[in-house]
């Protein structure tokens, strides 16, 4: 597994733990930089997947990558929802580059619900 598929699932494993713990601040440190930065209250939005989903379990399935900054990760909760999600690696917000940080756009997870 490339180094890039390691750190993107790092930071997928981190947001579901977080997720799946309650951690509404870690589950924001995993986040697309730039939804952070245009979401109005990117708090208020995770918590309504608290709120919608008890996660009790998780596993990550196949990563795949679309180009080098975006990859789709195949999740499943609590062994029945599964959904894509997305991981967009990005410098600062608007802004994608290989050389940024990995972050999991939320608005995928909602597709968990």
């Given at each position: 597994?490339?180094?890039?598929?390691?750190?993107?699932?790092?930071?997928?494993?981190?947001?579901?733990?977080?997720?799946?713990?309650?951690?509404?601040?870690?589950?924001?440190?995993?986040?697309?930089?730039?939804?952070?930065?245009?979401?109005?209250?990117?708090?208020g939005e995770l918590n309504t997947l608290l709120e919608a989903v008890q996660v009790d379990s998780f596993e990550i399935g196949k990563l795949k990558a679309i180009g080098t900054i975006l990859l789709h990760g195949e999740v499943t909760i609590n062994r029945n929802k599964s959904a894509m999600l997305h991981l967009i690696k990005e410098i600062a917000p608007y802004k994608t580059g290989e050389s940024g940080i990995w972050g999991v756009n939320p608005k995928t997870a909602l597709r968990l619900i």
């Open positions: 597994m490339s180094t890039t598929f390691i750190e993107a699932e790092g930071c997928l494993r981190e947001f579901l733990r977080a997720w799946q713990e309650k951690k509404i601040e870690t589950m924001l440190e995993h986040c697309q930089l730039t939804w952070r930065l245009r979401t109005k209250d990117p708090i």
